[in-house]
């Protein structure tokens, strides 16, 4: 094998880290760092504590994330959570403020920047100078003009191509070090899981509500035209098709309003369009 000179990158790290592991301690004295406890595990337990009194909410999980990072990812002023789209839209969730935000849109805007060429395939991306940065010199004079020199970007999942990262900024050159990465990839991974918590409690929940909105839809139905269990659901079934709706947002309207939505003409639905009885009374009275 040729020698290269150069130590091989560790494993989740920026290229620009080249040291020995060491171990991650939150230390708080980045400029955004404000009263982090000298334990990580202790701030990793206090955000799962927290994080379990959202049940489910994600984008208040996001938001939580986001606050937390700032308070103990030294270097950290500044924090998104973005969720890149096809590798072509990054899309911010969460966000302590409108610089972040904005530096975040510039990449969709200019398609250029860590979120869209390099998180995906590195775990870890780190500027630590935009005004001489040449991996994506637009971005960076964007950077720059809203007042980031710097910024620390840790990928948080994968999928297809789609992804979600934590970027951390700050108006300073080389805010971010070996010890911003060491704590930033431990929060990373403890976010990744407790996001990945809460958007299965959110759709478990929105499971069930889907679920009591069409059991009380079909209740409606079976008893204004004395149909069973089965035909009251062909009836939604069948306005979802004609309407081009999804079933449990006609179930909503049908709860809500008591009207249930019927052909592309206005007409509204009726037993015998599923070739039920209209509620004159059961076929044949059998």
Same mark, same amino acid.
């Given at each position: 094998?040729?020698?290269?000179?150069?130590?091989?990158?560790?494993?989740?790290?920026?290229?620009?880290?080249?040291?020995?592991?060491?171990?991650?301690?939150?230390?708080?004295?980045?400029?955004?760092?404000?009263?982090?406890?000298?334990?990580?595990?202790?701030?990793?337990?206090?955000?799962?504590?927290?994080?379990?009194?959202?049940?489910?909410?994600?984008?208040?999980?996001?938001?939580?994330?986001?606050?937390?990072?700032?308070?103990?990812?030294?270097?950290?002023?500044?924090?998104?959570?973005?969720?890149?789209?096809? $590798?072509?839209?990054?899309?911010? $969730?969460?966000?302590?403020?409108?610089?972040?935000?904005?530096?975040?849109?510039?990449?969709?805007?200019?398609?250029?920047?860590?979120?869209?060429?390099?998180?995906?395939?590195?775990?870890?991306?780190?500027?630590?100078?935009?005004?001489?940065?040449?991996?994506?010199?637009?971005?960076?004079?964007?950077?720059?003009?809203?007042?980031?020199?710097?910024?620390?970007?840790?990928?948080?999942?994968?999928?297809?191509?789609?992804?979600?990262?934590?970027?951390?900024?700050?108006?300073?050159?080389?805010?971010?070090?070996?010890?911003?990465?060491?704590?930033?990839?431990?929060?990373?991974?403890?976010?990744?899981?407790?996001?990945?918590?809460?958007?299965?409690?959110?759709?478990?929940?929105?499971?069930?509500?889907?679920?009591?909105?069409?059991?009380?839809?079909?209740?409606?139905?079976?008893?204004?035209?004395?149909?069973?269990?089965?035909?009251?659901?062909?009836?939604?079934?069948?306005?979802?098709?004609?309407?081009?709706?999804?079933?449990?947002?006609?179930?909503?309207?049908?709860?809500?309003?008591?009207?249930?939505?019927? $052909?592309?003409?206005?007409?509204?639905?009726?037993?015998?369009?599923?070739?039920?009885?209209?509620?004159?009374? $059961?076929?044949?009275?059998?």
């Amino acid at each position: 094998m040729a020698e290269t000179g150069r130590e091989p990158r560790r494993g989740g790290r920026s290229e620009q880290s080249r040291r020995p592991q060491q171990p991650a301690r939150a230390t708080g004295d980045g400029s955004g760092a404000h009263g982090a406890t000298d334990d990580l595990a202790e701030v990793m337990g206090q955000l799962a504590r927290s994080l379990q009194d959202l049940h489910g909410d994600v984008d208040a999980t996001l938001q939580q994330i986001t606050s937390t990072a700032v308070l103990n990812v030294p270097g950290a002023e500044h924090c998104t959570i973005s969720y890149v789209t096809g $590798r072509r839209r990054v899309q911010p $969730r969460a966000s302590t403020g409108e610089v972040p935000a904005a530096v975040d849109e510039a990449q969709s805007r200019l398609q250029e920047g860590p979120c869209l060429d390099s998180v995906s395939e590195q775990t870890t991306v780190r500027i630590d100078d935009m005004r001489q940065e040449s991996r994506w010199p637009t971005f960076a004079q964007e950077a720059v003009r809203l007042g980031v020199l710097s910024s620390l970007s840790i990928q948080l999942f994968v999928e297809a191509d789609n992804l979600g990262a934590l970027n951390m900024y700050a108006g300073a050159p080389h805010a971010f070090g070996e010890e911003s990465e060491d704590v930033g990839l431990v929060f990373a991974a403890h976010a990744a899981i407790a996001i990945a918590g809460a958007q299965q409690e959110s759709h478990l929940r929105l499971a069930m509500g889907s679920r009591d909105l069409i059991g009380q839809a079909k209740g409606i139905l079976m008893e204004r035209y004395k149909v069973t269990s089965d035909q009251a659901f062909a009836l939604l079934s069948q306005a979802s098709q004609l309407t081009n709706r999804k079933l449990v947002d006609i179930a909503a309207e049908l709860c809500q309003t008591g009207a249930l939505p019927g $052909r592309s003409t206005g007409s509204r639905m009726t037993a015998e369009s599923v070739g039920q009885p209209s509620g004159q009374g $059961r076929p044949g009275d059998r």
